[in-house]
């Protein structure tokens, strides 16, 4: 190996070392604002562009399956599904109210910021997008997001004075508090790195069943509560396992998120 | 004059990467366009554009992705070393070693990505992660080269063919 090769390798190793501490300093956001600020008319071009061109791609992968179509009536019933919720949620809620005969305070977290996705992390072990909303727009680290029809996306966690990262809850380090609608049972949905969501912890005896809905529980103050997750596409269950497994689907297509809601009205609560 | 065409595919590359490669999957992963592109450029070109440009690509791509600046150029800095060894022509193949190039960067950069989610405090399976991100990345950039390949070959042809008049 040649002196020249092994002294510019040390050195490009060196300046990212240098650049990746500097990093958790926050030093180079202004530059990366600036750069995503300069690239975000054209990577949403870039997109717009090849968006046939993908269309065409993944139709004819998933033979049979008219995409467009396919989108239009999933976004009808994830907002369907997602009225739904809402209504069976409050109506469980009103029953609670009517039953403990006092006033809860109005639910929090009801104000949205509207914004477009133009990026997304190039890695495969990561699921994060960049949307154009920032610091300018007062979107604060742990704010939650929603698609346009209401069902949970992820979390920002890192913002730019104009624009921000999400990261999605189908990203191997997210973890969502959760429920069944039906059977009001708890446990935690996680992502991994196949972009899969399951539910852990859920209890053996647990009555889970396909096709259940899955909601934010609330707990931990990270979420708001009774926030549509997905729905129940699988449940395993191992006779010497203390929990089963349940696989849910998200009801967002989130491989192709364009447009999202930052819930600006719910503050999350600190993580420990 | 190749270096500065160069620099403007890498950027290129990365504003592609993160903007219209989302949209394609290939065996569940997305390919990664830069590192196509920069190994191709490697095998074919010399290795003095490969030295400005590896760095480059990470640079940018650190710009416009969600990692700290830095840690994309720190995944692709292996290439340093492959291009030198490319240069030793061990075959006469230009396509074999890009082949092996493209395998090799692209295990560089997840296994880089995978390890700071395992410092973040990520329990990570070693065999879900090879199923489920480094084998299926692998099998998509090589595919992704076949095309790739050809343009860097023919463009690389045609700047050869500019300098000789």
Redesign the interface.
Known sequence: MRVRTRTWFSLVVAVSALFIIASQFSVFDPLDNAVLIVAEPIEVGLRDASQPLADFVNNATNAGQLSDENQLLRQEVERLTSENARLQASESALNELKQLQSIRAPKQGDAFLEASVFARDPSNSKDMIAIDVGNSDSVKEGMVVLTRQGSLIGTITKVLDDSAWVTLMTDPSSAVGALIQESRVQGVVAGSLDGDLTMEFVSETADVKEGDLVLTSGVGGRYPQDELIGQVVGVEKAAQDLFQSVRIKPLADLSRLEGVLVQTGFEPREAN | MAVGIGLVAVTFAA???????????LF???P?F?IVLLAAWVSIRY?REA?VL??AG?LV??????????????AL?PL??L??IREMRLVESDLLPAVILVALATLS??IT??LT?AI?G?H?NMW??ML??LV??VMANVLLLLPVYGVVRLASWDMRQQRAF
């Open positions: 504003l592609v990467q993160v903007s219209v490669m989302p949209s394609f999957s569940g992963v997305q990664n830069l290795r030295f590896i760095p990470g791509l650190g710009l416009l992705d969600a990692e700290p600046l830095g840690l994309a150029m720190l800095t340093i070393f291009a030198e950069y997840e990505i995978l989610l973040e990520e990570l879900t992660s489920d991100v299926p990345a």
